[in-house]
């Protein structure tokens, strides 16, 4: 199992451009979820996904940031447009929902720098 | 709303002291319980997981946890610490549906 992926790795853009990150949940997880890591505020939830919908996404900092899973194997993460504080760490994480034993696999993260 | 408490944000340790991370949370009712580890410019790894059973439990490295429910901890420890250990550990709760909560993480440095 190659784990969760995470696309792109790295990525440098420029103040006022759209940032899209892509996640590659581990096959047959139903839940996928959307961190930020910062020094400042550490890691936080953005939002998570329950068997492709939406759930909880009241980590999400504003109107500017949007996330989508189109199917059970794909999931994005879309910053519109992108301003410098935006720069962190964005992991991905996936899980097989079953009950309370739900252990969350973390992708490698994309490390975004808004310039 | 539940939280978890990381009490030490930044430990420094020579290499074969032993360690110990302190973790706290705050709810009342059936919990499962997580230490991850994040070495420099990584991502997060499982060290060892709690759900049920035996509350002291083992994980990878020789890293070990205790949960103790009177005092809402899980800490976690290591006899014997070496270089490669410095990393940020979090602890992290699991209450119900999929959402973990994080602590803030502990910085740790071992010095060779």
């Known amino acids: 199992d190659a784990g969760v992926i995470q696309s792109p790795r790295h990525e440098v853009t420029e103040m006022g451009q759209e940032v899209t990150l892509r996640c590659k949940p581990i096959?047959?997880?139903?839940?996928l979820f959307w961190y930020r890591q910062t020094m400042m505020r550490g890691l936080e939830l953005l939002i998570y996904?329950?068997?492709?919908?939406?759930?909880?996404d009241s980590g999400m900092p504003e109107d500017r940031f949007s996330a989508k899973m189109p199917n059970a194997s794909f999931s994005t993460l879309k910053i519109q447009p992108s301003e410098p504080r935006d720069s962190a760490v964005y992991f991905c994480?996936?899980?097989?929902?079953?009950?309370?034993?739900?252990?969350?696999?973390f992708g490698p993260g994309t490390r975004l720098t808004v310039l | 709303a539940q939280s978890v408490s990381q009490h030490n944000h930044h430990v420094i340790l020579s290499e074969a002291a032993s360690l110990e991370l302190g973790c706290n949370y705050s709810?009342?009712?059936?919990?499962?319980l997580f230490w991850y580890v994040q070495y420099p410019g990584q991502h997060l790894q499982l060290l060892l997981k709690?759900?049920?059973?035996?509350?002291l439990v083992k994980g990878i490295k020789g890293f070990e946890a205790e949960f103790i429910k009177s005092k809402f901890s899980f800490n976690l420890r290591k006899p014997s610490v070496q270089w490669s250990d410095t990393a940020e550990y979090f602890c992290?709760?699991?209450?119900?549906?999929?959402?973990?909560?994080f602590g803030g993480g502990t910085r740790l440095m071992v010095k060779p």
């Open positions: 994480a996936s899980s097989l929902a079953r009950r309370l034993h739900n252990e969350q696999f």
């Open positions: 096959s047959g997880h139903n839940s």
């Open positions: 996904f329950n068997n492709n919908v939406p759930i909880d």
């Open positions: 709810y009342g009712g059936t919990v499962n």
């Open positions: 709690y759900f049920s059973g035996d509350p």
């Open positions: 992290a709760v699991l209450i119900a549906g999929n959402m973990l909560t």
